[in-house]
Every structure is written in structure tokens, then in C-alpha cells.
């Protein structure tokens, strides 16, 4: 029996991807069925019967989309009424606040298509507080964000560039924070929001507390040439369908 709550982000509207679907891009369809149906069913395959959901952008189609899914999962819905000034950073502080830390949390973005194989590694991963790397990742904008480290032990989360040391492999949107850790992301996140806004993703909060806080132990585990892909712009969702064939 796994003793942890599953969260799902999806609050966001995608406006990088607008020129392929207006919808939530959980939506988007990889051979006939929506990204976010993936993974509810990786976790109905491993007897978990719970998962909290965090919406925005119309969140009534994607709860009518979902709807099939009540007799086979319970799903709580969290809004975040400010999708559109903030980043999916405050999304996850609205979650943590409402689960009042009584479990680990395993997250994924709502946007990622990945090999099961990932989310089965974490399930078998002893680790409190553990983030997915791919060292195989490839360099497109500079954008990525990677996970610094040694030996499964990481010492920071930064925005790629050349002059990085330790860089382990690019994060992977699927990972498991302890209680103890989500005390810290909040509390963190209550003092970041009043002073700087709230269009934060998830990934900078992580850099700054790491910096803020070398005791704090985390570790990664490399994902080992499994595939997957966050779907931002229209070429991640053409890839996604390309190597669905690989995966399933």
C-alpha cells in the first residue's frame, strides 16, 4: 500500500501551444486519448484510488473529460482562481496548503507524456525527496531546467547555461516530496509571494530555498534513457506522438 497523494498541475492555458488546440493541454490527444489520462491510469494501475487535481484555465472541460474516471479513482479538484497571473508554482502552494501536509506527495505536470517505467522507479525509490533526471537530455533554448549534483545527491535546481558545473541531467516533471519538505515550500512561499508576486514556476522556488538552505537533503535518480516530454510548443507535442509507439 503506497502512503502518498498524488498531484497533478494543470491549472495552466498554454499560450505557447494555443496554435494547435485552445483546450487545456492535459487535452491534447496522443493516439486517441488525453496526455493526463496517461497518467491517471499508471496510477489505477498500481492500486492508488486517490488524486488531487490542480485547475484554472477551463477547468469545467476538464472536469467533464474526467468524468468517466469517478468509478475508478477519486479526483479532488483544487482551483487556482489566478492561473493567468501566476506560474505553476503557486498552483502547488494552493494544493500543499489544502492537503495540510498528512502525506508525501508524488507531482507531475499535467502537460507530460512519459514512459510508466519513470513513475514506477520512483514508486520502488526509498528517497524522501527525489527528482527525476535525464542525462541524455538535448540542449534546444536553453530554457531547461537541470539538476545539479553527485553521487544521488542534489545540490541545486538552475536554469541551464554553459558555464554550469555538476549538471546531472534536465528535470523531469514527475517527483516526490516528504511532508517535511512541502512544511518548507510553503513556508518559503508565503514570505516569495508577499515580497515578489506569484508568477513563479515551481522549479526557481526550489533553486532559491536550495540556496537559501544547504542542510535541506534531496536527492535524483537518472531516468536511464526513458523517454518523455513536457508539451510546450507544437514540436514537444509532435514528439510526444512519435514516440508513443516506443513506449506503449
Known amino acids: 500500500m503506497y502512503n502518498f497523494t498524488p498531484i497533478i498541475l494543470a491549472a495552466g492555458f498554454g499560450s505557447r501551444i494555443n496554435n494547435v488546440s485552445n483546450n487545456p493541454k492535459c487535452l491534447l490527444k496522443v493516439n486517441k486519448k488525453a496526455i493526463i489520462e496517461y497518467t491517471l491510469e499508471n496510477l489505477i494501475s498500481r492500486g492508488i484510488n486517490e488524486v488531487v487535481i490542480i485547475v484554472g484555465y477551463k477547468k469545467e472541460l476538464i472536469q467533464k473529460y474526467l468524468s468517466n474516471f469517478n468509478s475508478k479513482i477519486k479526483i479532488t479538484y483544487v482551483y487556482n482562481p489566478k492561473y493567468r497571473k501566476s506560474g505553476h508554482g503557486y498552483s502547488l502552494y494552493l494544493v500543499l496548503k489544502k492537503l495540510n501536509l498528512k502525506k508525501d506527495i508524488i507531482m507531475f505536470h499535467?502537460?507530460?507524456?512519459?514512459?510508466?517505467?519513470?513513475?514506477?522507479?520512483?514508486?520502488?525509490?526509498?528517497?524522501?525527496?527525489?527528482?527525476?533526471?535525464?542525462?541524455?537530455?538535448?540542449?534546444?533554448?536553453?530554457?531547461?531546467?537541470?539538476?545539479?549534483?553527485?553521487?544521488?545527491?542534489?545540490?541545486?535546481?538552475?536554469?541551464?547555461?554553459?558555464?554550469?558545473?555538476?549538471?546531472?541531467?534536465?528535470?523531469?516533471?514527475?517527483?516526490?516530496?516528504?511532508?517535511?519538505?512541502?512544511?518548507?515550500?510553503?513556508?518559503?512561499?508565503k514570505k516569495l509571494f508577499k515580497e515578489e508576486?506569484?508568477?513563479?514556476?515551481?522549479?526557481?522556488?526550489?533553486?532559491?530555498?536550495?540556496?537559501?538552505?544547504?542542510?535541506?537533503?534531496?536527492?535524483?535518480?537518472?531516468?536511464?534513457?526513458?523517454?518523455?516530454?513536457?508539451?510546450?510548443?507544437?514540436?514537444?507535442?509532435?514528439?510526444?506522438?512519435?514516440?508513443?509507439?516506443?513506449?506503449?
Not at 538535448?138 to 544521488?152: A, N, R
Not at 541551464?160 to 510553503?186: A, C, H, M, P, R
Not at 534513457?225 to 516506443?246: G, H, R
Open 197 to 248: 508576486g506569484i508568477l513563479f514556476n515551481w522549479e526557481p522556488i526550489i533553486d532559491l530555498i536550495l540556496d537559501e538552505n544547504k542542510k535541506i537533503i534531496m536527492n535524483y535518480s537518472n531516468i536511464n534513457k526513458k523517454l518523455w516530454i513536457n508539451i510546450n510548443y507544437e514540436d514537444d507535442y509532435n514528439y510526444a506522438k512519435k514516440i508513443y509507439k516506443t513506449i506503449y
Open 110 to 189: 499535467g502537460d507530460l507524456f512519459y514512459d510508466p517505467a519513470i513513475f514506477y522507479s520512483i514508486l520502488k525509490n526509498k528517497n524522501k525527496n527525489l527528482f527525476m533526471a535525464d542525462k541524455d537530455f538535448i540542449v534546444k533554448t536553453h530554457d531547461e531546467w537541470v539538476v545539479l549534483g553527485k553521487k544521488q545527491k542534489m545540490t541545486n535546481l538552475k536554469k541551464n547555461s554553459n558555464d554550469l558545473k555538476q549538471v546531472v541531467g534536465e528535470i523531469v516533471g514527475i517527483n516526490k516530496w516528504s511532508k517535511n519538505f512541502q512544511k518548507t515550500y510553503l513556508n518559503f512561499c
